[in-house]
Each structure stands twice: as structure tokens, then as C-alpha cells.
């Protein structure tokens, strides 16, 4: 049954897969399931698969110095192109993959990967698409911390989160934003209590409500 659930999934990721293709990936595949704040790569660590999101969200990040960086995030049907680089230069990655909630991740062998790359033009269309999804959100967030103030990405990271849930109520603590912004606790607490006197947001004892983005 969950073998079958989780072919549903792949046909709801990738509706434009040839037939033959899709029988190809069935019989490579692994399977793995994840419950939330869950690992699915760790910087450092070599890889020898590709992996795909069926089901949840993964939060990709890399570290330097104790001091976090959030990159993008990982949704259903979309492959992590980092790793999919690592396939081609085997090296340590240098970036983490934790779950933002329960998540269904396929994963790929290298050789297949490299094989249907060349065999599908859809399996490369797939790749390509998600590189360039993932590079926009890399220069993204890179015009962030070049461009805006703190305060000004602070404001554009809950919008986003907002977003992505479809929810204007936020359950993450002043601590893990501050991670995710490369930031002190003590900063983000000082800027939502700003934010909440202009009336962005209202301040929980457990979440943030956004008002006025």
C-alpha cells in the first residue's frame, strides 16, 4: 500500500514522464520516510544518490563557522540540484538537508541518473528546470543579504514562510529564524518587537501572525 502511495506521488511530481522512463524509475528507486526536523543529508557527507521530494518539505542550509545560512527549500517534485552537481564531482557536499515536516523522499542511483540524462530529453528538461528554479532562489537570497537591512529580511523571510504554508500565523521560535538568517536570537527579538509597535505582525506566546505584509 505505501509502495503504491508512493508511485501516486511520482506521477503527481512528474506528469510529463515517459512511460518506459517512469517503469525505469520504479524499478531503481528507495523509498525513505522522514519525520520532521529530520536530516536528509548532512554537510560533509558524500552522496551516491539523487534525492527527490514526493511528499513535504526539506529546508536546504550550509554552515561556516557555527553561523547557518538558509539557501532555498526542496517542495514535492522537485530534486535537490546540489546533490545533482555532487553526482558529476564527487566531493563532500557542502550543505545540510533537514525536514520541515514529515517527508516521502525517492532516491536515485548515480548511474541511472546519469544514463536517463542523456536517454530522456523530459529527465533532463526536469533537471534543468529545477536548476534554474534553485539558482533564482540562490541569487535571491543572495541580493537579500547584499542589498536589504536586516530588519527589511526579516520581514520578506516570514512573507515567505507565510507563503508557503498558506498561513499568516508563523510557529517558529525567534531562535530558529535567527538561525536561518544568520543572525542572534537577541537581534530577531528586538526587530519583531519594532515590526509589532508598526503593526506588521502581533506577537503569540507560541507564533507570529503577520498582519500587514
Not at 536528509?40 to 557555527?66: S, T
Amino acid at each position: 500500500m505505501v509502495v503504491d502511495t508512493n508511485q501516486s506521488y511520482i506521477k503527481q511530481c512528474f506528469p510529463i514522464l515517459e512511460e518506459r522512463l517512469y517503469q525505469e524509475i520504479i524499478s531503481s528507486c528507495s523509498y525513505h520516510e522522514f519525520p520532521s526536523s529530520s536530516y536528509v543529508v548532512k554537510q560533509g557527507a558524500y552522496l551516491n544518490f539523487l534525492p527527490v521530494v514526493l511528499k513535504g518539505r526539506i529546508k536546504m542550509y550550509a554552515e561556516e563557522e557555527d553561523v547557518q545560512f538558509l539557501l532555498y527549500y526542496i517542495n514535492s517534485g522537485e530534486s535537490c540540484i546540489l546533490s545533482f552537481n555532487h553526482l558529476f564531482d564527487p566531493k563532500p557536499v557542502q550543505f545540510s538537508a533537514i525536514t520541515e515536516e514529515d517527508t516521502v523522499v525517492m532516491t536515485l542511483p548515480v548511474n541511472k541518473v546519469k544514463e536517463w540524462f542523456v536517454k530522456y530529453p523530459t529527465f533532463a528538461r526536469i533537471i534543468i528546470n529545477d536548476f534554474q528554479r534553485n539558482f533564482e532562489d540562490l541569487l535571491q537570497t543572495t541580493k537579500e543579504i547584499v542589498c536589504f537591512g536586516i530588519e527589511d529580511r526579516l520581514v520578506k523571510y516570514l512573507e515567505n514562510k507565510a507563503k508557503r504554508d498558506n498561513s499568516q500565523l508563523i510557529h517558529l521560535s525567534h531562535k530558529k529564524i535567527a538561525l536561518d538568517l544568520g543572525t542572534s536570537r537577541e537581534v530577531i527579538s528586538r526587530i519583531t518587537k519594532k515590526l509589532e509597535k508598526t503593526g506588521i505582525l502581533v506577537q503569540h506566546k507560541r507564533y507570529i501572525e503577520l498582519v500587514n505584509c
